[in-house]
Structure formats: C-alpha cells, structure tokens
C-alpha cells in the first residue's frame, strides 16, 4: 500500500477542521466517518485528528473532541456572566428557576445597570420595593 499524499492529507485535514470548528457539540471519530460525504478511511480521520491536536485546534476529552475556537468561545461567554451562586436560596425562600434565568439574562444583556451579580439585583429590587410600600403607607397615614 502506497503512502498517502501529503497534499490530500493536508487537504483533507484543512476541510475536516472547517467542518469541526463551528460544531458546537463534542463529536467522535465514528460520528466524522458517518458524516463524511464520501467514503474515508477512519484511520485517516483519526491522523487528521491527532495533527490537529497537536497543533492545538482541537481538544479531545474522553474520546470526543471540541475545536478549540468553540472553547474559546465558552469561555469568553462565561467570563462575561455576572457572577452568581448557586444558591437560589435567600433564608429559607426560593425563588423559581425561570425567574432567576430571567434575572441572569437581564443582567447578560445589560451590563450597563451596573450589577455585579443576581444576588445584589434581588437585594436592590427588594430594597426599592420596601422603599415603595413604606413610601405608600406613609402617604396613607396623612390621608
């Protein structure tokens, strides 16, 4: 059996990092051999996918793979969350799961109201609503 060519190896190692760069989901050898739109051997698939290794645009993790670039990206999403805890418990009250997905997005999509996390927005939102109520019977004793 005749070596491979180098061009059609570096061809073919060009085309299945494009292919794998945008992919969101981790995938494996198996998964790159069925979706291949002709026949390939998985023996080159896998060379292909340890060059890339190596060259750092991929990371494999128990036995499946991820661009670096969507990693990358992770990242970079994740670094610019605000900070929360787990907890979604305040002393005892719970707080639903769609509410503090709300809060999060709130908070994702307006850095500029200036809260470091959901729990200081839930302690300014309950400050400002006590701040209302008192406000209100206030004005109702002098009625």
Request: overall charge negative; aromatic content about 8%; charged content about 30%.
């Amino acid at each position: 059996m005749n070596p491979p060519n180098p061009r059609l190896t570096s061809q073919f190692k060009a085309q299945l990092l494009e292919y794998v760069d945008d992919r969101e989901e981790p995938f494996d050898t198996q998964f790159l051999v069925a979706n291949c739109n002709s026949f390939i051997d998985d023996t080159w698939v896998r060379n292909a996918l340890w060059e890339l290794e190596e060259e750092g645009r991929i990371i494999k993790l128990n036995h499946h793979y991820l661009s670096t670039r969507i990693l990358m990206k992770r990242w970079i999403v994740a670094s610019q969350t605000p900070q929360t805890t787990p907890q979604d418990n305040l002393n005892g009250f719970t707080l639903p799961q769609h509410l503090m997905r709300e809060i999060q997005d709130l908070l994702i999509e307006r850095p500029d109201l200036g809260y470091l996390d959901i729990d200081e927005f839930i302690r300014d939102a309950l400050r400002r609503r006590i701040e209302q109520l008192e406000k209100r019977n206030r004005e109702r004793k002098n009625s």
